[in-house]
Structure formats: structure tokens, C-alpha cells
């Protein structure tokens, strides 16, 4: 199984509301991430965990929270966010600590704050 | 810090011609690159990474790429394209984390555009 799940696949949420994004993998990858894709740009990295631990924030403003509650598992939680931080959200996970090793990614949340 | 430029970030290309996205790589140590599709509204898909222990690498779907290093270049190139091929290809460079893990980072991306 190389499959990371992300849910839900799409997100309408209004400016006060609270939500979370959903991503497992059954790899036994101790490394989990995730991105956030605006359209017709690259992904950018916003959190890195290793071994259920924060290892990267990239500068993420606080109405973003992630959570690792254990090795298969990452959240993303959501809250009083801005019509601009609508875009598509991923997920992905990797080996730990290996070099060369690649990223599988999920089909991603596409999120809409109205 | 790693970089990596993707010198077009549109190609047409004709269904059953060769296919060639450019990339081009920084770094001061010898690198970890990827090349990931990304078809309309989906996830990434890994198509091939260089590992050092060969410079010609081999992927899916009849995709290769060649590490150069005297020309910093990573690009990727297929025989034959297919209409399928039509997608985003994104040439990525890893650096390793020391709290764990490894950090993408993404050149802007290549659209590909495959016409009868």
C-alpha cells in the first residue's frame, strides 16, 4: 500500500468557522508533511513531522494548528482563516532519515474560505 | 540553500513526438532530485529520482531523465509523447532536515500540452 489518504477532497468553510483536514498513511513513514498549493504555483512546505514530533514550521500563521496523534496519522487544524488561504492542501510522507528518498503525496483537500 | 529552475514553463508538443522539460539544479553538494507530475486537480505522482548510483535515471509511464553534472541539469524526456502526458511536471530537489525528515523544494513548474 503507497497510498496516503486525505480527507475530505473539497472544503467550503466561512471566515469564523473551525474545521480540520484528515491524512494517514499505512507506509510506516515517521516522516509526514504538510503543503499548501495556491493555483497554477508550486507546493510550498509548511510542517514537517518526524516521529510524531514538529521538526518545521515554516512561518505558518497560528489559524493554522497541525497535530501527528500517532505515526499514521496527521491533522490539520483550521480556524477564523482568510478568503487567501484558500488553495489546495497536502499531504505527504516519507522515510526517515534516509537521503534520496522521495515524498508520497495524497490527492490533496481543496479548500474554499468564503 | 538547494534550488532548482525549470527554464519553460509551458510545452507543446505534438502526440508521438519526443518530449524534453528542461531543469536546472543548484547546489554545493552533490543532490537529491525528483521529477513529480501533477495532473489537473490531483495529487503529485513521483515519476523518477536520482540516487547517485546512476546518471541516466529511468521512471514511469517511459519517462527518463540524465544527470549532468558539469551542466547542473536534471531534465526529462520521453520518445514518444501521449495525450495522457498532458499535466504539470514539477523538477524538486531534497534537502535532508536534522530534526527529521526531508524538505522539497519545488522549481515553478512545466506545463505540458500534448496536440494531435
Known amino acids: 500500500d503507497t497510498e496516503v489518504t486525505q480527507t475530505p477532497k473539497h472544503l467550503v468553510m466561512g471566515m469564523t468557522n473551525k474545521k480540520s483536514l484528515k491524512c494517514e498513511q499505512h507506509?510506516?513513514?515517521?516522516?509526514m508533511y504538510w503543503y499548501k498549493q495556491k493555483a497554477k504555483k508550486p507546493p510550498e512546505l509548511m510542517f514537517v513531522?518526524?516521529?510524531?514530533?514538529?521538526?518545521i514550521n515554516e512561518s505558518v500563521p497560528s489559524r493554522f494548528s497541525p497535530e501527528c496523534p500517532n505515526s499514521s496519522l496527521l491533522n490539520l487544524h483550521l480556524h477564523a482563516l482568510q478568503p487567501e488561504d484558500s488553495a489546495l492542501y497536502l499531504c505527504?510522507?516519507?522515510?526517515?532519515?534516509?537521503?534520496?528518498?522521495?515524498?508520497?503525496f495524497g490527492q490533496g483537500t481543496r479548500l474554499t474560505v468564503v | 540553500a538547494q534550488s532548482v529552475t525549470q527554464l519553460d514553463s509551458h510545452v507543446s508538443v505534438s502526440e508521438g513526438t519526443p518530449v524534453l522539460l528542461r531543469c536546472n539544479y543548484s547546489s554545493s553538494y552533490s543532490p537529491s532530485l525528483f521529477w513529480y507530475v501533477q495532473h489537473p486537480n490531483k495529487g503529485l505522482q513521483l515519476l523518477l529520482k536520482y540516487t547517485s548510483a546512476a546518471t541516466l535515471v529511468k521512471g514511469i509511464n517511459g519517462f527518463e531523465a540524465e544527470f549532468k553534472k558539469s551542466e547542473t541539469s536534471f531534465h526529462l524526456t520521453k520518445p514518444s509523447a501521449h495525450m495522457s502526458d498532458a499535466a504539470e511536471y514539477f523538477c524538486v530537489v531534497s534537502d535532508r532536515l536534522t530534526g527529521g525528515g526531508n524538505k522539497l523544494t519545488f522549481g515553478t513548474g512545466t506545463q505540458l500540452k500534448v496536440e494531435l
Open positions: 513531522y518526524s516521529y510524531e514530533k514538529l521538526s
Open positions: 505527504a510522507s516519507s522515510q526517515v532519515p534516509q537521503k534520496n528518498t522521495e515524498a508520497f
Open positions: 507506509m510506516g513513514h515517521r516522516a
